[in-house]
């Protein structure tokens, strides 16, 4: 059932002093479960209970709703939030749909995506979405079509096409016969933190195409960088690991000779590109490149650890979380400038070994 709320507005300029957000969640939080509004309100979504709380900058919750079903406003496996144009939108995975919701959490549309298997993002006025992962499993170096489309997904256009490489997921079934390869060679996409461009990276390389939110192509920018010998060392450990969980199938294996050179993507709160790139042992090393979205580089010291529990930027005031003594989930407000040293006194580790290393 859902829960409803008065919901006010104030910025964090109001309150210098903003206290933490008790999330009531024992996990990490995946940077996909929280969504900030632009006068500093925060929506966290908790999986386990595919809920939705609104608190304001002092931690106090404004508004909760969601829950598992299928009645108006409720999910069977909420993923993603994001929050834009005074509306809040889940994406639940399973059904494949977008949720609607006011602030205040009452329930105004859903939408169900025009494909299945669909990896999306969110620009100012819709939506951008490719089903390369669907697609990908079935002919590998098939072209896919990324599309535009409005709120309801409607009208969805083409505004590029992409070449995939090679297999959009790691373990592909068929019956008790399997295909394992551990490297993804899909698209990956992102958008600006407003929604006003939209980043289409080709993983194989640094090169990212940048549209407008009408998608319009209006700049490509790439960096050569020599792509690292595959380790079927490293492969083979994660494939003793996938047999276990499933030893009644029959595996053949699909190692590539090289690793594409981005293991993953995503764009931080302050609108730069963050990549994680391939090293040879990726379970022990981590290379991390930032830049400008002109392709300035940026210096950084955190580690993609440390940008998966950055969740947001308003008013100068950086919204990072981590796991307190009782491993709660704790969100805090704190100035953009102090990012190196908050995450510095909270370390990643004790966090990522519960969360696994997903993005």
């Known amino acids: 059932m859902s829960i409803f709320c008065f919901c006010y507005l104030l910025t964090l300029s109001d309150s210098p002093n903003a206290l933490p957000i008790h999330t009531g969640i024992y996990a990490q939080l995946n940077p996909h479960c929280v969504a900030t509004s632009a006068s500093g309100q925060v929506c966290v979504l908790n999986r ?31 993923f993603e939030v994001f929050w834009q144009n005074a509306r809040i939108y889940v994406w639940d995975l399973e059904e494949q ?3 609607t919701f006011t602030s205040t959490g009452q329930c105004v549309a859903r ?31 098939q072209a896919v079509s990324l599309y535009l489309s409005g709120e309801q997904f409607n009208q969805p256009r083409i505004i590029a096409q992409v070449k995939g490489n090679g297999y959009g997921a790691t373990f592909i079934a ?3 016969h399997s295909i394992y390869t551990p490297v993804q060679w899909v698209p990956m996409l992102a958008t600006s933190p407003d929604g006003k461009e939209i980043y289409l990276l080709d993983q194989e390389h640094l090169w990212v195409k940048v549209f407008d939110n009408k998608g319009t192509l209006l700049r490509e920018w790439r960096e050569a960088m020599p792509r690292l010998e595959f380790n079927p060392d ?63 580089p940026v210096e950084s ?15 100068g005031k950086a919204l990072v979380g981590h796991l307190d003594d009782s491993d709660e989930m704790v969100l ?26 997903d993005d």
């Open 48 to 78: 386990q209970e595919q809920t939705l709380t609104v608190y304001d900058r002092e931690g106090t919750v404004l508004s909760q709703f969601g829950g598992h079903g299928q009645g108006p406003g409720e999910f069977n496996w909420a």
């Open 234 to 296: 490293w492969a083979d450990i994660r494939l003793k690991e996938v047999k276990a969980m499933f030893p009644e199938r029959r595996y053949q294996t699909n190692y590539y000779a090289t690793f594409p050179v981005v293991r993953s993507f995503r764009v931080d709160p302050a609108g730069n590109w963050v990549f994680r790139l391939w090293t040879r042992e990726p379970h022990l090393t981590e290379v991390v490149k930032v830049n400008k979205p002109n392709g300035k």
């Open 111 to 141: 939408s169900l995506a025009p494909i299945r298997g669909i990896d999306m993002a969110r620009s100012q006025d819709g939506w951008v979405y490719g089903a390369w992962h669907t697609a990908l499993n079935s002919e590998p170096d």
């Open 332 to 357: 805090e407000w704190i100035a953009e400038s102090q990012l190196e040293t908050y995450f510095a006194t909270h370390p990643a580790e004790d966090t990522l070994k519960k969360v696994g290393p």
């Open 97 to 99: 749909a977008i949720t």
């Open 301 to 315: 010291n955190l580690t993609w650890s440390d940008y998966l529990r950055w969740y947001g930027l308003v008013d």
């Open 174 to 176: 068929d019956g008790d």
